[in-house]
C-alpha cells in the first residue's frame, strides 16, 4: 500500500496526503517524491486522450516537495490554503478570460481593468457585464478536486475501495466530520 490517505488537486498542482504511519520507500523523502512524480506524470499522459479531444503539444513535467506537518491542524490549514488558492485563481481567470474573449479587451487591458479588484468586485463584473453567477459554475473549476478512498458493494455484494473524485467545500468542518479516517495520521 502506498500510504496515500488523500489528494487535492486543482490547476497544475497535486497534493498528496501521506498516513503518517506510512513506511513507503523507508519514509526518504527525494524516493518518495521522485516515484510519485514520475506516476502522476505518466499517469497524465497515459489518460490525457480518455478526457481530451486533442494532442499533447509537448510533453508535462511536475516539480515536487514534501512537507511533514506536525499536527492535523496544520494539515488542514495548508489544504484550505490550497482550496482557496484555487477560489481566488479561478475567479481572477474567469474574469480575465471573459474580458478578452466576450469583452473584447487585450490581455494587458483585461489584467489593468482587474488590478486592484476584490472577490466581490470580480463577482459583481461576471454577473453585470456577462450575466454570470460565478456560484453557478462547476465545483470541480471552483473547488478542485479531492480524491479519497470510499466504499463501494459490488455485484457480489462486497464491499471494495472505490476511488472518490469529489469538488467540495474542505476549508470548512463537515467534510473533516464526515470523512474523520482521513486525518488518521
Not at 494532442?55 to 499536527?71: C, M, N, W
Request: a negative charge.
Amino acid at each position: 500500500s502506498s500510504g496515500i490517505n488523500a489528494e487535492y488537486g486543482q490547476s497544475d498542482e497535486y497534493s498528496f496526503v501521506f498516513k503518517r504511519s506510512s513506511t513507503l520507500y523507508g519514509r526518504r523523502a527525494s524516493k518518495i517524491i521522485s516515484t510519485v512524480c514520475s506516476m502522476f506524470t505518466s499517469h497524465y499522459v497515459y489518460n490525457w486522450n480518455k478526457h481530451f479531444q486533442k494532442e499533447l503539444k509537448y510533453p508535462p513535467s511536475f516539480d515536487g516537495r514534501a512537507v511533514l506537518y506536525p499536527t492535523e491542524r496544520d494539515l488542514r490549514n495548508y489544504l484550505n490554503w490550497r482550496q482557496a488558492d484555487c477560489h481566488i485563481n479561478n475567479l481572477y481567470n474567469t474574469c480575465f478570460w471573459a474580458l478578452v474573449q466576450e469583452g473584447e479587451m487585450s490581455p494587458k487591458e483585461a489584467e489593468k481593468k482587474l488590478n486592484g479588484t476584490l472577490s466581490g468586485d470580480k463577482n459583481e463584473l461576471l454577473f453585470t457585464q456577462f450575466d454570470v453567477n460565478y456560484n453557478d459554475l462547476p465545483a470541480i473549476y471552483r473547488k478542485g478536486s479531492t480524491l479519497i478512498w470510499g466504499e463501494a458493494v459490488d455485484e457480489n455484494d462486497r464491499k471494495r475501495k472505490q476511488l472518490q473524485v469529489l469538488s467540495c467545500d474542505i476549508i470548512g468542518d463537515h467534510f473533516w466530520e464526515e470523512n474523520p479516517k482521513l486525518l488518521e495520521l
